[in-house]
């Protein structure tokens, strides 16, 4: 600025005109804090408040045994018996990957296992889990190059004094004598379900491990699942009324969802143990249907009930301890899948259970993905109660009843719409991240959540959580959750659908002598 | 003879109080949506960043599942469009808070882009193509960064009258 101009200037102060132009627009901050308040004090007037009306604080469950502390002492040598597909994804969330990262890998922390021996009849599965027993990308020590033993037989394998523990994920027909001899053994037993192939076979199942003093955990990896911790919660807390119908359904439409798992697989039967793998299974030619996909066959498993109904049962049972029911009738056939099968592909079973005046039912098809009309994906559960409903899966909405007598006067007033959900629970947001708020203002964050999969923060693979359990209670002492009792009563129930299905007749229990009727 | 220098740029009246009137409906939009956050215990970006497509999603699904970033993304989002609101109304930082507000913008639009084949699942009322209301939005506060009205009807007169006043003493 020259002389010059500085001479024309004025000298700039702050008149009456700046006053008011300068602070022209600060009037809208009013207007805006005025219109808030009305939209907020017309929200809250909309808002019920369902927590704070039961009593229930949710916190402590986002928090729930996600213990990341390191494992003191010597580690645990752990042998696994079956590297198929599920004993490779129980290595998987153990950290024995040939990924150098898995998603959530960070929330896990060195469980100081070693994976210290692998048998397997095939021999691409053993190499498997031998290359998998070499790095685990939890542990700081994984530097120490261990390198699993193959171990050709699993009576091989509870002979070694280098296992304390085995991890049995063979088809179904090798669980019973595997368990009864690990108890036997002595070593620590992490077995998958379902327990056994037959009823009688869990009686035996149960006295071994009842006789020894092995800890034991049944491979119910969702007894970690905070969103079932959550729904017994809410179901104690009676918001749902008096409960006399819950649904569970299992809906595939895919060849490997229907186990057809030995397509495009070439398998050289010279690498196969095949007389081992049948065991006391009938004599049959080499076959990879049967060998991947023995799932399809009564002769090695309980068809679908005792793999998809399974997991359903155990989520309902840890919710509600109903145990074995008092009678089943089922049915079903091969209306799909035209192949070698003799299991089901289409199935239904009713569970009655008169004590607790309520029933238990299970749809299954592997020949429809789609869950009809409730559209939240597989493994949907429905708890219908007199008051209200819940769909419960890896999240939980209730709903309430349109004539529900304790919501309404609160559905009348508009604070409850029952279409929507007035109680939405979503593992892993923020810790207390609870929706229990109906307002047409908050409604649109509710609905984002039930869109949503959520995949960050504290998210953790629940098999790991599983399998930690199991491992603290070798170290500590204690009971896992899923224990020898819970996965007879597993057992039973799912069996007795089969028995139903094969018997064509309502198969009762009776609790007293513990017998089927 | 100019009475003082308080813009390079002389508006008409229509011209300014067009150019206000966008600066504070912008303004409310940010301070809007700022405060609802503030006050909604439950709200986190992780959702609207988990689902983000294209290919920067990579990096906006690792700022979700940081948990460390994603509250760090949060709070500068919450306060962020709280603060440009507050700036964008009061005329206050106004050229500071229309580029700090088209930045945003770009992200949210990086985050979401409306290219064709890509759908999202929080409600849309209309359908996109390349240009959606973030675009708009953040073009519209260029085009306010570039024609400040701040410094004639907004805080920002006070800022640069002291100025001024120094550059004559």
């Known amino acids: 600025m020259s002389g010059e101009e500085k001479q024309l200037i004025k000298t700039p102060k702050a008149g009456r005109r700046d006053f008011l132009k300068g602070l022209a627009t600060i009037p809208v901050f009013g207007v805006f804090i005025a219109g808030y308040l009305a939209k907020r004090s017309h929200d809250r007037s909309q808002q019920y408040n369902i927590f704070a009306d039961i009593d229930l604080d949710l916190e402590e469950f986002e928090n729930s045994n996600i213990g990341l502390s390191e494992q003191p002492g010597d580690s645990i040598h752990l042998g696994i018996i079956g590297v198929g597909s599920r004993g490779k994804n129980i290595l998987d969330s153990l950290g024995f990957s040939e990924h150098d990262e898995k998603d959530g890998s960070n929330n896990c922390a060195d469980l100081n296992i070693t994976l210290a021996g692998v048998c397997d009849v095939y021999d691409v599965a053993a190499e498997t889990g031998i290359a998998l027993s070499q790095f685990n990308q939890y542990s700081k020590k994984s530097a120490r190059k261990n390198k699993a033993q193959r171990f050709r037989h699993y009576q091989e394998m509870l002979e070694s004094k280098d296992i304390n523990a085995v991890i049995i994920a063979t088809p179904d027909h090798w669980h019973e004598q595997i368990v009864i001899d690990a108890a036997k053994a002595g070593k620590h037993i992490y077995c998958e379900k379902c327990l056994t192939r037959t009823i009688e076979e869990a009686y035996q199942v149960r006295d071994a491990i009842r006789a020894s003093r092995v800890v034991f955990q049944y491979g119910h990896q969702n007894r970690q699942q905070n969103a079932y911790h959550v729904a017994r919660k809410i179901i104690e807390k009676n918001v749902l009324g008096n409960i006399t119908l819950i649904k569970t359904h299992t809906n595939r439409n895919t060849p490997a969802g229907a186990w057809l798992r030995h397509l495009n697989r070439n398998v050289n039967p010279s690498d196969v143990d095949w007389q081992q793998w049948l065991g006391k299974a009938p004599q049959q030619p080499f076959s990879p249907s049967r060998f991947f996909g023995w799932q399809k066959f009564f002769e090695y498993s309980g068809g679908l009930p005792a793999h998809m109904f399974s997991h359903e049962y155990d989520a309902i049972n840890q919710i509600f301890n109903l145990g074995i029911p008092k009678s089943v009738v089922a049915s079903g056939g091969i209306f799909y899948w035209k192949d070698d099968r003799n299991t089901p592909d289409v199935f239904q079973a009713i569970f009655e259970y008169p004590n607790r005046e309520l029933l238990l039912t299970y749809d299954a098809t592997l020949a429809s993905s789609s869950t009809g009309e409730y559209q939240s994906g597989a493994k949907t559960k429905e708890i219908f109660g007199s008051d209200a409903w819940m769909k419960l899966s890896m999240d939980i909405n209730v709903m309430a009843d349109r004539h529900s007598k304790r919501f309404k006067q609160k559905i009348d007033s508009g604070m409850i719409q029952p279409s929507q959900p007035f109680l939405s629970y979503r593992p892993g947001l923020k810790p207390g991240s609870l929706d229990a708020i109906t307002s047409a203002s908050e409604r649109y964050y509710a609905s984002q959540g039930l869109v949503y999969t959520y995949q960050g923060g504290k998210k953790i693979d629940v098999t790991y959580l599983h399998v930690k359990e199991w491992l603290d209670c070798i170290r500590n002492g204690g009971t896992p959750s899923c224990s020898i009792d819970h996965a007879f009563e597993d057992a039973i129930t799912c069996l007795m659908a089969t028995k139903a299905y094969l018997e064509g007749r309502k198969v009762e229990w009776d609790a007293v002598s513990e017998k089927i009727i | ?169």
């Open chain 2, 1 to 169: 003879m100019v009475k003082y220098n308080l813009n390079s740029q002389s508006y008409s009246t229509f011209q300014l109080t067009s150019l206000v009137v966008l600066r504070i409906l912008i303004g409310w939009h940010f301070l809007n949506e700022g405060i609802s956050k503030l006050l909604n215990p439950y709200w986190t970006s992780s959702a609207f960043l988990n689902e983000s497509q294209w290919i920067f999603a990579g990096i906006f699904k690792w700022m979700a599942a940081t948990p460390a970033i994603l509250n760090i993304v949060d709070i500068l989002n919450i306060w962020g469009q709280i603060f440009i609101g507050i700036g964008l109304i009061a005329g206050f930082f106004t050229r500071t808070a229309c580029l700090s507000g088209a930045v945003l913008l770009f992200l949210y639009y990086l985050c979401w882009p409306p290219l064709i084949g890509f759908s999202y699942s929080a409600p849309q009322e209309v359908n996109y193509l390349f240009v959606d209301k973030n675009l708009i939005e953040m073009t519209a506060l260029v085009v306010l960064f570039l024609f400040n009205s701040g410094h004639i009807i907004g805080v920002d007169r006070f800022i640069l009258l002291r100025k001024q006043r120094k550059v004559i003493q």
